[in-house]
């Protein structure tokens, strides 16, 4: 079955700062989405990649499928304590619509 | 317009006891996904329903689960003679067309003791 790993599990960053949370897939990705979950609270819809080497942005979060399909960063820049939460990546098998997802990155931002 | 909505948000059962779980979808969702996250694992998809169809059920276990979307009320996900393996979030999201763009709810966290 296909697994997808994120990285880093966690992670605390000052508010102003960039970072980026990696997903990796054991197989070739036929859709990879990212969702964010606020604490408490159920996920909510972020991106949507398909094409190798494709890059979609949202305001300030950016995320890329690399070529072989197989790896996905998201990128956030100058970070906001409203984009604290959780990130899953998640991953079909070309249903569009029978998702699985990673364990997820625990995003803090601090004043 | 309410988002999709779960309940109970806690429940708590013996070994052996019956678990029901209800999801009411978003207004005008047809399309009814359920999930499952045990613990230290991420999310899995379960099942997919529509109203008085169940579409793909190709990641429930097949005893002990079942799962309905009648044409009247909310989605509702049974584990029959829970044991403690079944200790777990379930999350149901709906949608308004096959999709991966699905609403989520906050989840039922299950306690089997």
């Known amino acids: 079955s296909q697994e997808l790993e994120q990285s880093p599990q966690s992670l605390i960053v000052q508010e102003g700062k960039n970072l980026t949370i990696n997903c990796t897939s054991s197989k070739t990705l036929y859709g990879l989405y990212w969702y964010k979950q606020k604490y408490g609270e159920g996920l909510i819809f972020l991106m949507m990649l398909q094409k190798g080497g494709e890059e979609k942005s949202h305001e300030k979060i950016t995320a890329k499928l690399d070529e072989k399909k197989q790896q996905s960063s998201l990128h956030i820049t100058a970070s906001q304590p409203s984009h604290a939460g959780i990130y899953l990546c998640g991953a079909d098998k070309g249903s569009g619509y029978a998702l699985n997802f990673g364990k997820g990155t625990s995003l803090l931002v601090t004043p | 317009n309410a988002g999709v909505m779960q309940n109970p948000r806690h429940l708590v059962r013996r070994r052996g006891q019956e678990a029901r779980l209800r999801c009411s979808p978003m207004?005008?969702?047809?399309?009814v996904y359920w999930y499952r996250q045990l613990p230290e694992e991420g999310l899995k998809f379960m099942v997919y329903?529509?109203?008085?169809?169940?579409?793909?059920e190709s990641g429930m276990p097949k005893e002990r689960f079942s799962a309905e979307f009648p044409k009247e009320g909310p989605s509702i996900l049974r584990i029959q003679q829970v044991v403690r393996g079944d200790s777990a979030a379930y999350y149901c999201?709906?949608?308004?067309?096959?999709?991966?763009?699905?609403?989520f709810g906050p989840g039922t966290r299950l306690t089997v003791t």
């Open positions: 207004k005008g969702h047809s399309h």
């Open positions: 999201a709906s949608s308004p067309i096959s999709t991966y763009e699905q609403y």
């Open positions: 329903l529509q109203k008085e169809n169940i579409i793909d």
